[in-house]
């Protein structure tokens, strides 16, 4: 069974920066997709970022662009999810996800995740 856990969640204030890693465990990482989704409080969980089984492609929201990176490491079996410029609305649990049908990171909806994270969360203050 594989199992995500995500960590380096917490509360910081606007502007600040915090890194989440998911550490993958039970499963042939480097062939899944990964990627990360966030919900706030009332509202839908949406994508924010996805990274591709070698980590040659990425995909980030809109909403997310210039201040979000992803990354992997297929040897750690962990992926990062470095969070510049943190703005208020940013806050919200942040899960780690999996494809495990060879789906590019284009292709990375809800829909298509196979594993969940439990969850971080992230809070900016303003």
């Known amino acids: 069974q594989v199992k995500l856990v995500e960590s380096g969640g917490g509360l910081v204030q606007a502007g600040g920066s915090l890194i989440l890693s998911c550490a993958a465990s039970?499963?042939?990482?480097?062939?899944?997709?990964m990627g990360w989704f966030r919900q706030a409080p009332g509202k839908e969980r949406e994508f924010v970022a996805a990274?591709?089984?070698?980590?040659?492609?990425?995909r980030l929201a809109d909403s997310v662009k210039g201040r979000f990176t992803i990354s992997r490491d297929n040897a750690k079996s962990t992926v990062y999810l470095p969070m510049n410029s943190l703005k208020p609305e940013d806050t919200a649990v942040y899960y780690c996800?999996?494809?495990?049908?060879?789906?590019?990171?284009?292709?990375?909806?809800?829909?298509?995740?196979?594993?969940w994270g439990q969850g971080t969360q992230v809070t900016v203050s303003s």
């Open positions: 990274i591709s089984r070698t980590g040659g492609t990425t």
């Open positions: 039970g499963g042939a990482f480097s062939s899944y997709t």
């Open positions: 996800a999996a494809d495990a049908d060879y789906s590019g990171a284009y292709s990375f909806t809800k829909s298509n995740v196979d594993y």
